[in-house]
């Protein structure tokens, strides 16, 4: 069966929080690396209220069969008492980065 790849995004409350979390699952190879965009602006609900936060998404590329131990090390982590961590497959990617991702995440 030929590894598959996952997206994952976690939306963090600032940039030092993404920067943390992404050195940390780099460096445990939980990830082959990670993208921090900008503020986004979110609107959500919370025990009954609506809230609104500025909010900075954290993108990490991984192997799928490494989403349990990503996502646990995320939360331990993570500020958040429920953290959004969510991962999309990715269909195709160029088969030389696949094989770096492969390379860079732990066996």
């Known amino acids: 069966m030929a590894t598959r790849f996952i997206d994952?995004?976690?939306t963090c409350p600032d940039r030092p929080s993404a920067e943390g979390i992404a050195h940390a699952c780099i460096e445990e190879r939980?990830?082959?690396?990670?993208?921090?965009?900008?503020?986004?602006?979110?609107?959500?609900?919370?025990?009954?209220?609506i809230e609104q936060a500025?909010?900075?998404?954290?993108?990490?590329?991984?192997r799928a069969d490494l989403f349990g131990r990503l996502s646990a090390h995320v939360k331990?982590?993570?500020?958040?008492e429920v953290p959004c961590i969510v991962a999309v497959e990715l269909a195709y990617l160029?088969?030389?980065?696949?094989?770096?991702?492969a390379e860079n995440t732990r066996d």
């Open 8 to 10: 994952v995004l976690v």
């Open 30 to 49: 939980l990830a082959a690396c990670a993208n921090i965009g900008g503020d986004i602006g979110s609107i959500y609900r919370w025990k009954d209220v």
């Open 54 to 62: 500025n909010e900075v998404p954290l993108y990490l590329k991984t």
């Open 76 to 80: 331990a982590l993570h500020p958040y």
């Open 94 to 101: 160029d088969e030389v980065y696949a094989n770096w991702l």
